[in-house]
């Protein structure tokens, strides 16, 4: 009987520890996993508006390298219909994810930054949404030719 009462406990602590561990171990990687480094709308529209001019000078030589790295900005993303500057994200790798940030239109485009989608009018800006999907596209104009964005996958 003794035996048998020093098995459980010791059976018992051993669950105990195993249980902490496996806890730990989905804690540590559900941090690797979600990352959250997204710049709130409001920061990304005052970075905007407070260097407006650069934007303008920038986007008169159409060079916004300097950019780069700078202030909110992760990245700058260069396409045919529109510069994209990154403001980082969040979300699991593999699963949905989230942007933001804001993008410059030569031709002073909304949808632009997602090639002409048909986006409507939503609060203070424009809505794309996927119809047999969960991709998202959300835009509102900062100033000409420069709009706030979001979008989720």
């Known amino acids: 009987m003794r ?14 520890l195993l249980s902490f ?10 941090m690797i996993m979600a990352s959250d ?13 407070e260097h407006k001019d650069e934007l303008e ?16 900005v992760k990245s700058v993303y260069e396409s045919g219909t529109c510069t994209e500057f990154s403001c ?13 940030g804001f993008f410059y239109s030569p031709y002073d485009s909304r949808s632009a930054k997602w090639n002409g989608l048909p986006m409507h009018s939503y609060g203070d800006g424009f809505l794309y949404e996927e ?8 835009c509102e ?9 979001e979008e989720s996958y």
Do not use: M, Q, W
Request: aromatic letters at 20%; a negative charge; one cysteine or more.
């Open 88 to 100: 980082g994200g969040r979300g699991l790798a593999g699963g949905s994810s989230y942007y933001c």
């Open 141 to 149: 104009k900062i100033f000409d030719c420069f709009y706030y964005y």
């Open 3 to 16: 035996t048998l009462k020093k098995a459980v406990c010791i059976l018992s602590v051993v669950l105990i």
């Open 131 to 138: 119809e047999f999907g969960d991709n998202k596209f959300y």
């Open 21 to 30: 561990t496996a806890f730990s171990a989905l804690a540590f990687f559900g």
């Open 57 to 72: 000078e920038c986007a008169e030589n159409y060079d916004f390298s300097e950019f780069e790295g700078r202030g909110i």
């Open 37 to 49: 480094d997204s710049v709130p709308k409001d920061e990304i529209i005052e970075f905007v508006n």
